[in-house]
């Protein structure tokens, strides 16, 4: 019982100092004596303690009214061992129903039983606060997802985080994956329905196979595709196709269709941020950005694709619309023209296996062809300008001069 | 050098010497609250003998004065029953009796005290 303090309340200071001396000396105990209630509450406002031994009889007050006081106002309130001479039925009924840990008379104190009561009520507090610490660490990293059964959002945000401190760690790709314009789908087809749409989209990216990925929960209604590894801007894009071409499909609500397409975006570790919640923060946000706006055709600068002008992905026909898909992927970037003469910043926001769509800090007219450099991913690569749009540009890998 | 254990048991008969004394002090007590039962002060008095004779009767077995538990118990339970004034006053005289006997063995038997 090293360590562990015991309070004990007793109006009477000989018979305090009696109980003290022997939960010392044969209990081990650490005892903090005291003889009313203002001591006590301050005692527990100020230290940790283990166990209270209250007398029944203090005086101005019953230790059962003390004891309830107690158990009032702390949540984790120590458990208490009710002492007294009064060696009724009654009141060691009243005792154990207020939730008193054990009841010794003091008639004739047997000293063993009273330390006794004291080390088990202890040891069954213990035991419990343990339960509920089990149960709520348990609750936190529950790993599976109640709703989707997929990993909980608690265990893909704890793998991170223990992938971006890990020394011997090279990083992480995940992919956000929300159903496109899924807050009108809600309210289109209500609050069951939309849930089913979702466990169904759920479950068409759990059934993916993926070689050494997971796919998890990361918000409400946002999943996510974890590859605990850096990738290339190519593979990151492969992959962004094929889990959105999975996780297209068609529900029926009420006789009628439903087309369910998937909105991804990627980010990775170290690239787009220091530490797990960044990274999963700016996949996210690439999910909140605005779908892209048309091209006008007349607008379109010259060398722009006049297929692209004036559409967008989702209104292309479908053999188009596969070719032409982009995925959200948020990475550093710089825009090099004439060798090094001059660099700019830009975000690189979509990337496909011909190209990307970069954005820069401030507006500048885009040269036909310039160098872009995506960091982290090898040397810079030449590329062509195919629109631009405000700070928007789009571009086109060139294949290496010869 | 005293041990742990003797500085225990020199701890635990000077309690038992203070027990004593108190109870000793509170015969007297007890036999001045006896004579206000009958007057407007009889309920406060009552609690006043109700107080002692539940302290004394916690307290005689463990510190030597086992004899004062059972009729300290029983004035005890004449209070918690309401009886008549008359019943309570005599159960606590008697009491008063059995602890001025008690107590001056007891004391007797510890020896001149320091």
Redesign the interface.
């Known amino acids: 019982m090293d360590g562990k303090r015991v309070a004990v309340v007793d109006d009477d200071p000989i018979f305090l100092e009696h109980v003290s001396t022997i939960l010392a000396q044969y209990g081990g105990m650490r005892v903090i004596k005291l003889t009313n209630g203002d001591e006590l509450f301050k005692t527990l406002d100020r230290q940790e303690i283990s166990c209270i031994v209250l007398d029944y009889d203090l005086g101005n007050q019953t230790g059962l009214a003390l004891g309830q006081s107690v158990q009032q106002k702390y949540a984790d309130a120590p458990p208490i061992v009710m002492l007294t001479g009064q060696g009724s039925e009654r009141t060691a009924t009243k005792a154990f129903r207020i939730g008193f840990a054990d009841y010794v008379s003091k008639r004739n104190l047997d000293q063993q039983e009273l330390i006794a009561a004291i080390r088990g009520a202890i040891f069954q507090n213990d035991a419990r606060q343990a339960r509920v610490q089990e149960t709520e660490r348990l609750r936190q990293h529950q790993r599976q997802d109640s709703l989707t059964g997929l990993y909980s959002a608690s265990y893909v945000a704890a793998r991170l985080n223990e992938v971006a401190t890990s020394r011997s760690g090279t990083g992480f790709t995940l992919m956000a994956i929300r159903i496109e314009n899924f807050a009108e789908l809600r309210l289109r087809i209500g609050h069951a329905a939309s849930e089913r749409v979702f466990r169904d989209f759920a479950k068409r990216l759990s059934d993916i196979k993926l070689d050494d990925g997971f796919i998890g929960h990361l918000a409400t209604y946002d999943l996510v595709c974890v590859f605990e590894r850096v990738m290339a801007p190519a593979t990151i894009s492969a992959t962004c196709q094929r889990l959105a071409a999975e996780a297209r499909f068609s529900a029926s609500h009420e006789g009628s269709r439903v087309e369910i397409a998937a909105r991804v975006s990627a980010a990775g570790f170290p690239e787009d941020g220091n530490d797990a919640h960044e990274v999963i923060r700016a996949a996210l946000s690439g999910l909140d950005e605005p779908v892209k706006p048309k091209i006008p055709t007349d607008a379109a600068p010259a060398g722009v694709d006049k297929d692209l002008a004036g559409t967008t992905d989702d209104e292309m026909p479908p053999h188009k619309q596969r070719a032409h898909q982009r995925f959200r992927v948020l990475k550093k970037g710089k825009v090099v023209i004439n060798g090094l003469n001059t660099v700019l910043d830009c975000s690189v926001r979509n990337v496909s296996e011909s190209g990307a769509q970069i954005r820069v800090d401030g507006y500048f007219a885009a040269p036909s062809r310039f160098q872009l450099l995506i960091v982290g991913s090898g040397d810079p690569r030449w590329v062509v300008t195919r629109w631009q749009v405000g700070t928007d540009i789009g571009v086109q890998y060139q294949e290496p001069e010869l | 050098m005293s041990t ?1 254990a003797e500085t ?1 048991a020199e ?2 008969a000077q ?1 038992r010497g ?2 004593v004394r ?1 109870t000793q002090e509170e015969a007297d007590t007890l036999l001045a609250l006896v004579a206000k039962l009958d007057t407007p002060e009889g309920a406060e008095a009552q609690a006043g003998i109700h ?1 002692i004779v ?2 004394l ?3 005689a ?3 030597g004065l ?1 004899e004062l ?1 059972q009729p300290a ?1 029983q004035v ?1 339970d004449l209070i918690d029953a309401s009886a008549v004034s008359d019943a309570v006053a005599q159960a606590t005289t008697a009491l008063v009796k059995h602890i001025r006997l008690a107590t001056a063995r007891s004391l007797a038997a510890a020896g001149p005290q320091p």
Do not use: C, N, S
């Open positions: 742990a225990f701890r635990q309690l203070k027990f108190r107080h539940h302290r009767a916690g307290g077995g463990v510190f086992d538990t118990i005890e």
